[in-house]
RNA sequence: GGCUCCUUAGCUCAACUGAAUAGAGCAUCUGACUACGGAUCAGAAGGUUGCAGGUUUGAAUCCUGCAGGAGUCACCA
C-alpha cells in the first residue's frame, strides 16, 4: 500500500482516537519535507491545534508517536514548531524499486476502451493561411494533454474541426483567380497552405489598395471597406459557394486540398493527430433546428427585424444574436449545433476545447445556452483556455510581418539542433537517417518543452532569437540525461540478476531520486485534474536532475558490491521509464543516444 | 467605459486546495574532465512576490482599493 495513504488513514485514527477530532483520510494533506529538515513528509498541525486544545509541540508529538506506534514504515519522526516531519523506513523505497524498476508502464494507468470517451478538440484551423506560433501552442497542448487525460485513464478521443468556408477563403480564391496565373504547389515548389496564405495577403494588399482609392475620392473609410470591388466580389463569390456553384465549389476543393497536404505535413512534423476530422462545410448550418426549438421552448425571441436572440442578461452577460436577420446562422449558432453532434457521435463524458482565452466569454455563453436549451451535458463541455503567445514587440502581426511561421520554426530548430549535435553528440555511428531523426526529436523536444513547461492558462513571452535553448531546464536537458541512462543500463545488460535489496541502506542521493518516481502517479493525476502539462514537464525536469546529481557523485557500474551495484543499476532503468512515460505524454520522444 | 484574466530575481518560468528561510533555468562570477556520456555537476551573487490596506496562529496564494498590462464587449470566426 502506497506510504501516503498508510499515513493519512494513521493521522486520521490518530485525530479520533486522541483528541475525538473526525478528519477522514482524504482531507489530511501530507506535504513534502523541506530538503533543510530530516524527514520525507510533512504533517501541518495547526488546523487541529484549537480542536485538541494542546500546543502545536503537544500534538505534534502525540501523533507522531501514535503514527510511528501503529506503523512499521515510519521509521521515525521529529517535531519542529507545528511541523511533525516523518521518516519513511529504507525498507519502503526498496521493496518500491524493485517492484517498479522494471515496469514500462510505470505511473500511467490502462484505459477503458468501453468507457464514456473524452473528446478533446483542438487545433481548429481555417484554411487560408499556414500555422503560426499560436497554433502551435494549440496543438502541442491539444495532443499533449489528451495524452495526459489517456495516462490519468481516460478514454481519449482527438478531434479537429476545420474552418474549410466562409469569406477568408473566398479571399484566397478570388485572388488567385486574379493574379495567381494558375501557380500550384507543384508548379511552384511552394507548400499548399502556404501557397494559398500568399494569396490571401495578395488580396488584402489589392483590397486595401482599393479602399484607399475610394476614400481618396471622397467615401467614408467604413463605406469604402463595403464597397470595394474586391470585397463585394469575394462575398458573391461566398454566395455562390453556399448555392453549390460548381465552378467555386471545385476551385474551393482543389485549393482546400492543398492546404490540407500542407497541413497534414505540418501536423506530422509536430506529431500531432487526430480520432475524427470534422469539416465546417459540413456542419454550418447546424444549430439552427436548436435555435427553432429554443424558440418554441421561449427561452430565445425573435426581434422585429426577424433576428433571433438569446438574453443572458439575467446571467450578468448580454444579449446574443443566434441567427442574422436573413435567417443566416453565426460562429455560435455552429458552435451549439457542432456541441449536440459531437456529443451524439460519442456519447461523450465530457467534450474539452482547446482554445484560446480570447473567446472565455464566447464558451462561457455557449454553455449558458446548452443550458437553456435544456441539455443536462452543458456542464460537460469545459473550455480549456490558454494564453497568448507574445512575441518581444507584443502580439503576432501579419501586416507587420511578426508572425512566426510554424514550418520556418521547426526548420529553424532542426537546424540548431544539427549544429549543436555535431558540437557534442556522441552519434558518430549513426546513419544519417538515424541522425536526421535525432536532429527532429531534439528540436522537436525543445520546442515542445519549451512552450508546455509553462501554465497553460498564462500568457507566454516567445523570443524567437534567444528563447529556445538546449541547456538548463530544457528538453534536451531530459531527453541527455535519458540517453545517458540508458548507455549505462545497455552496459550493465549483462550477468544481471535479480537480487535481494532489503539489505541495502540508500545514501541521501538516492533516496531523492525514489521519493520523486514515488511521486509520479499522484503527480500525474493532479496534471489530469488540472488539464496541466506543465506539472508533468516540470517533474520530468526534477526527477532529471534530481537523477544527475545522484550520477554525478555516486558510482553505478564501478560500485564494487554486486548487491548496491544492481540496484543503482535498477533504479537507473527506473528513472529511464519515467523520463521516457512523463516526456512521452508532452509528445516528445526520448533517444537513446545523442 | 463595463466585464474577465494577469503583475514573483536583470530575463524566462516554479511554488498542488493558505504553512517552516518564496525555488529553478538563462545571463554574471568561482570550482570539478587520470570520464559509468561535461548537452553534466558543485558553489556564489541576485527578492519589500506591482502599491496600500484587511482577514488569519500563519498570505505570493483569500478580501477591498489603487497603478500598470492583456483579452473581450460584432448581424466576424
Known sequence: MNIINSLTQSISRALKELYAIEQAPDGIVLQDTRREFSGDYTLVVFPYVKQARKSPEAVAAEIGAYVQSNLDLVSGYNVIKGFLNFEVADSYWLQFVAGGAADTSFGLKSTDPEAAPVVVEYSSPNTNKPLHLGHIRNNLLGWSVSQLLAAAGANVKKVNLVNDRGIHICKSMLAWLRYGNGETPESTGIKGDHL????????????????????????????????????????????????????????????????????????????????????????????????????????????????????????????????????????????????????????????????????????????????????????????????MVELPNGKMKSREGTVV????????????????SREHGKNDELSADEQQHLYHILALGAL???????????????????????????????????ARIRSIVRKAEEGRATLDFSKISLNDKERAVVKILHALPATIQAAAEAYSPAMVANYAYDLAKAYNSFYQDTPILREEDAVTKEFRVALCQFVANALKNTMNILGIEVPERM
Not at 461 to 472: K, Q, R, T, V
Request: hydrophobic content about 35%; overall charge negative; proline content about 2%.
Open 405 to 420: 511561421d510554424a514550418d520556418d520554426l521547426i526548420d529553424e530548430m532542426e537546424q540548431t539542433a544539427a549544429e549543436m
Open 196 to 387: 494559398v496564405g500568399k494569396y490571401y495577403v495578395e488580396f488584402d494588399k489589392h483590397y486595401k489598395a482599393e479602399v484607399k482609392q475610394l476614400m481618396e475620392s471622397g467615401v467614408e473609410e467604413e463605406q469604402a471597406k463595403k464597397d470595394a470591388p474586391l470585397m463585394v466580389e469575394a462575398q458573391q463569390m461566398l454566395k455562390h459557394w453556399e448555392d453549390g456553384d460548381p465552378e467555386v465549389r471545385a476551385l474551393w476543393e482543389r485549393m482546400n486540398g492543398w492546404v490540407y497536404a500542407g497541413f497534414d505535413e505540418t501536423y506530422r512534423r509536430l506529431g500531432v493527430g487526430f480520432d475524427k476530422v470534422y469539416y465546417e462545410s459540413n456542419t454550418y448550418l447546424l444549430g439552427k433546428e436548436l435555435v427553432q426549438k429554443g424558440l418554441d421552448m421561449g427561452v430565445l425571441f425573435r426581434k422585429d427585424d426577424g433576428s433571433v436572440w438569446c438574453d443572458l442578461t439575467a446571467d450578468g452577460l448580454d444579449q446574443k444574436l443566434l441567427l442574422r436577420r436573413d435567417g443566416t446562422s453565426v460562429y455560435m449558432t455552429q458552435d451549439l449545433g457542432t456541441a449536440l453532434l459531437r456529443h451524439n457521435d460519442f456519447g461523450a463524458e465530457r467534450l474539452i476545447y482547446v482554445v484560446g482565452n480570447e473567446q472565455d466569454y464566447h464558451f462561457k455563453v455557449l454553455k449558458l445556452i446548452l443550458g437553456k436549451l435544456g441539455f443536462s451535458w452543458a456542464d460537460k463541455v469545459y473550455h480549456l483556455s490558454y494564453g
Open 448 to 482: 515542445k518543452y519549451f512552450i508546455l513547461k509553462v501554465d497553460p492558462t498564462k500568457n507566454m513571452l516567445f523570443n524567437p532569437a534567444e528563447s529556445i535553448d538546449f541547456n538548463g531546464n530544457t528538453g534536451p536537458f531530459i531527453q541527455y540525461t535519458h
